[in-house]
């Protein structure tokens, strides 16, 4: 019988999608009740859309930096912990050496399997230490291009969605119009973008968009109250 190729699909870009519902939930919300909390106190839409383009740019610096923070963290800790590890492999081989037979113990592997394993790990070093790091403290090595390429999906993907609840009142000049159809698309650009989310996790496409809508419209409608209360004053 002919036989067929295995062929194994997972998806690789969690840490890129999880960049980009980070920036574009964002950027979807806030600069939405801005503009929304502003209409109820402004008449003039260029006002609303100077603000509101203020706070995107301000927005987009503000999360690119927390993502270039963040990785850059990551990244000082694994290679702090990899020192570490470094360290203790010369210093205290023998402690080394039973942690990873009881990382093998755990898959059921008995003392005669784990010895040459052992043996093999004292001739290559380097690859000791990578199991260590990944077996016993749960550390994968970090992207080195990770924290700027976080930083500019974050931030990029900010400017794309703060841009859309914006967008209705460089349309129209009257500001309750523009609040009316700025609900709208934003409502819409929160499903499509839920769908797609839900595409690339493997998620159920639909249930992710519906989830999307709930939690970016209580989001927005909360920060909408608070942009209202604090213009009222």
């Known amino acids: 019988m002919p036989v067929t190729k295995h062929v194994e699909k997972h998806f690789t870009a969690g840490d890129t999608v999880r960049d980009i519902v980070i920036g574009m939930s964002d950027g979807l919300t806030v600069p939405f009740a801005l503009a929304a909390g502003l209409s109820g106190a402004l008449a003039n839409s260029s006002l609303i859309i100077t603000g509101g383009l203020a706070e995107v740019a301000a927005g987009a610096i503000a999360m690119g930096l927390g993502g270039y923070l963040a990785a ?13 590890e470094i360290q203790e492999v010369i210093e205290k081989p023998e402690q080394e050496r039973f942690e990873v037979a009881e990382v093998f113990k755990a898959y059921g592997l008995k003392d005669e399997q784990i010895a040459p394993i ?18 016993e403290l749960g550390i994968e090595e970090p992207d080195p291009k990770r924290a700027r390429t976080s930083a500019f999906t974050i931030a990029l993907s900010y400017i794309v969605g703060g841009l859309i609840p914006l967008a209705p009142y460089m349309v129209t000049s009257d500001v ?13 650009a929160l499903a499509i973008f839920g769908y797609v989310k839900g595409r690339f996790t493997g998620n159920k496409p639909m249930a992710s968009a519906i989830q999307t809508i709930i ?5 927005a409608s909360v920060a909408f109250v608070i942009a209202r209360l604090i213009s009222a004053r």
């Not at 850059?72 to 570490?84: G, I, P, V």
């Not at 309750?176 to 819409?188: D, E, F, G, K």
Request: contains cysteine; positive net charge.
């Open 72 to 84: 850059k963290s990551d990244r000082d800790h694994y290679l702090n912990e990899k020192r570490r």
């Open 118 to 135: 052992l043996q093999a790990f004292q001739a290559n070093p380097k690859d000791w230490v990578n199991f260590m790091m990944r077996f």
């Open 176 to 188: 309750r119009s523009a609040l009316h159809l700025s609900c709208l698309v934003t409502i819409i």
């Open 215 to 219: 939690i970016g419209s209580l989001a």
